[in-house]
C-alpha cells in the first residue's frame, strides 16, 4: 500500500513570488488535508478538499488556493509568498471528505527568503 | 486564541516507566480526539483516537483518556520505550466541520524516554 507523497521536499522562494506543491494520497482516499506547521506549533489547517471540490477552509487569505484531480492527488498554491509563508506544509489523506483518520505525508519545507 | 493546548513543550521518561502526556481543549463542540506522533524529518504518524461518547480507549501500550467535564484528555503509554522519543500532538474536531474533519492541533509535547 502507497502512503501520502509530496513533492518537493524542500523549496527555496523569494517573496512575491508563486509556489506550487503537490500531494499524492494513499491509495483507495478520496480525500486530501492540507495543513501549515510554523516553528514549534502545531500543524494548522488550510483547507480540504474532496471529489474535487473544496470541502472546508482555515483561517488563510484567499493566496492559498488548491486543486484536486480526478485520480484525488492535490495541489496546493501560494501566490504573493510573504516571509511568513515559510513553514512546513503537510498534506493528509482520508476517505469519506474527511470523517475517516487523516494519514499524513512527510512535508514540503518551503523557506522564503 | 488556542482552542487546543499542550502547556507542557517537553517531558523526559526513563524507559519502563509511564509516560503521561497531557492536553486541554476549550471548544465545547469539539467531539473527537486525536494523537499523533511526529519523528524529525517525517510527517505525523496517526497513534489513537476517542470519541465523546467514550471516556478510554485502549490500543496496546497507548491508552487514551478524555474527561468532557474538565476539557482534558491524555495519553498514557506504558511501558514506555526508547523508540517512543518524538513530538507527540493532540488534534480535535468539531461536530460543526460536517463532512470536512478539520483537525485542530495543539503545540505538541516533545518525549524523550532515557535507557
Known amino acids: 500500500e502507497t502512503g501520502v507523497t509530496q513533492s518537493p521536499t524542500h523549496l527555496i522562494k523569494t517573496r512575491g513570488q508563486q509556489v506550487t506543491l503537490r500531494c499524492s494520497s494513499q491509495?483507495?482516499?478520496?480525500?486530501v488535508s492540507w495543513y501549515q506547521q510554523a516553528l514549534g506549533q502545531g500543524p494548522q489547517f488550510i483547507f480540504q478538499y474532496y471529489r474535487e471540490e473544496e470541502n472546508g477552509r482555515g483561517n488563510f487569505p484567499p493566496r492559498f488556493s488548491g486543486l484536486q484531480f480526478p485520480n484525488y492527488s492535490s495541489e496546493l498554491n501560494v501566490n504573493a509568498l510573504e516571509l511568513d509563508d515559510s513553514a512546513l506544509y503537510l498534506c493528509?489523506?482520508?476517505?469519506?471528505?474527511?470523517?475517516?483518520?487523516?494519514?499524513f505525508g512527510d512535508g514540503t519545507r518551503l523557506s522564503i527568503l | 486564541d488556542q482552542q487546543v493546548k499542550q502547556n507542557s513543550p517537553s517531558l523526559s521518561v526513563q524507559e519502563g516507566r509511564i509516560s503521561i502526556l497531557n492536553c486541554d481543549y476549550t471548544?465545547?463542540?469539539?467531539?473527537?480526539f486525536l494523537w499523533y506522533k511526529k519523528y524529525p524529518a517525517e510527517g505525523p504518524t496517526f497513534l489513537i483516537s476517542i470519541s465523546s461518547i467514550k471516556d478510554k480507549n485502549e490500543d496496546g501500550r497507548f491508552t487514551v483518556f478524555l474527561n468532557k467535564s474538565a476539557k482534558h484528555l491524555s495519553l498514557h503509554i506504558v511501558p514506555s520505550q526508547p523508540g517512543d522519543s518524538a513530538v507527540y500532538f493532540c488534534a480535535a474536531s468539531p461536530i460543526s466541520s460536517g463532512s470536512a474533519r478539520q483537525l485542530t492541533f495543539g503545540s505538541g509535547t516533545q518525549l524523550t524516554v532515557l535507557p
Open positions: 493528509a489523506s482520508s476517505i469519506g471528505g474527511g470523517s475517516g483518520t487523516q494519514h
Open positions: 491509495s483507495g482516499h478520496n480525500t
Open positions: 471548544n465545547s463542540m469539539f467531539d473527537y
